[in-house]
């Protein structure tokens, strides 16, 4: 997919479906730009506007090629001292990660404005995170899951929870350059 016709759809995507709705990623420090380049196509495809992320293991290995769609620089990309000074106005925080109390990810209602936090590949979102969180969310899997995988279901299912357009048109923009169907 060509970047004016990735950057369309997304525009496409914020004026029908998200008009007044903000959804935006926190990362704390993640490790491996392999999932942070995941992390980016599913802001891509699921219509998500920014990626904060703190610490310095992504400044570090961002070049190495993982983001190979380049959507960093069509999706904001932002390294900050502290996620929730960040938090865009009017988002509520959402805390995604496996602990006591927290409410499973299928009976979670989405606010409108959004802002998910999941922590890193090794350690876990740090608690004063989490007691500042007006959600916190998990899935209730067996084990952790990928950080990557993480996002891309938490965006699938505000998707799958949201009105979203069924047309064959919608369909026929969001799809790759080789599909030939
Ligand atoms: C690979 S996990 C972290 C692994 C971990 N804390 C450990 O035990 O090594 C990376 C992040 O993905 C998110 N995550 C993974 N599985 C999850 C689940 N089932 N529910 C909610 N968050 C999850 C959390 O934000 C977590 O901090």
Same mark, same amino acid.
């Given at each position: 997919?060509?970047? +004016?016709?990735?950057?369309?759809?997304?525009?496409? =995507?914020?004026?029908?479906?998200?008009?007044? /709705?903000?959804?935006?990623?926190?990362?704390?420090?993640?490790?491996?730009?392999?999932?942070?380049?995941?992390?980016?196509?599913? !802001?891509? !495809?699921?219509?998500?506007? @920014?990626? %904060?992320?703190?610490?310095?293991?992504?400044?570090? @290995?961002?070049? %190495?090629?993982?983001?190979?769609?380049?959507?960093?620089?069509?999706?904001?990309?932002?390294?900050?001292?502290?996620?929730?000074?960040?938090?865009? =106005?009017?988002?509520?925080?959402?805390?995604? =990660? $496996?602990?006591?109390? @927290?409410?499973?990810?299928?009976? %979670?209602?989405?606010?409108?404005? @959004?802002?998910?936090?999941?922590?890193? +590949?090794?350690?876990?979102?740090?608690?004063?995170?989490?007691?500042?969180? #007006?959600?916190?969310?998990?899935?209730?899997?067996? *084990?952790?899951?990928?950080?990557?995988?993480?996002?891309?279901?938490? $965006?699938?299912? /505000?998707?799958?929870?949201?009105?979203?357009?069924?047309?064959?048109? %919608?369909?026929?923009?969001?799809? #790759?350059? *080789? *599909?030939?169907?």
């Amino acid at each position: 997919m060509s970047y +004016e016709h990735t950057i369309n759809l997304i525009e496409a =995507e914020t004026q029908k479906n998200y008009l007044d /709705r903000f959804v935006s990623i926190g990362l704390v420090n993640p490790k491996s730009a392999t999932n942070v380049a995941s992390i980016l196509r599913a !802001c891509s !495809c699921y219509g998500a506007s @920014a990626v %904060f992320y703190t610490g310095q293991r992504f400044g570090y @290995a961002k070049e %190495f090629n993982a983001d190979t769609k380049k959507m960093r620089h069509i999706i904001p990309t932002v390294g900050v001292d502290d996620l929730l000074k960040m938090k865009p =106005e009017g988002s509520k925080v959402v805390v995604i =990660e $496996l602990v006591e109390g @927290a409410t499973p990810l299928p009976e %979670f209602k989405h606010p409108d404005n @959004a802002f998910y936090i999941f922590g890193p +590949e090794d350690a876990s979102v740090p608690p004063d995170i989490v007691e500042l969180a #007006d959600h916190v969310v998990y899935i209730p899997t067996k *084990n952790s899951m990928n950080l990557a995988a993480t996002a891309n279901v938490v $965006l699938y299912d /505000r998707l799958a929870k949201s009105d979203y357009d069924r047309s064959d048109e %919608f369909i026929k923009l969001s799809r #790759d350059n *080789n *599909n030939n169907l």
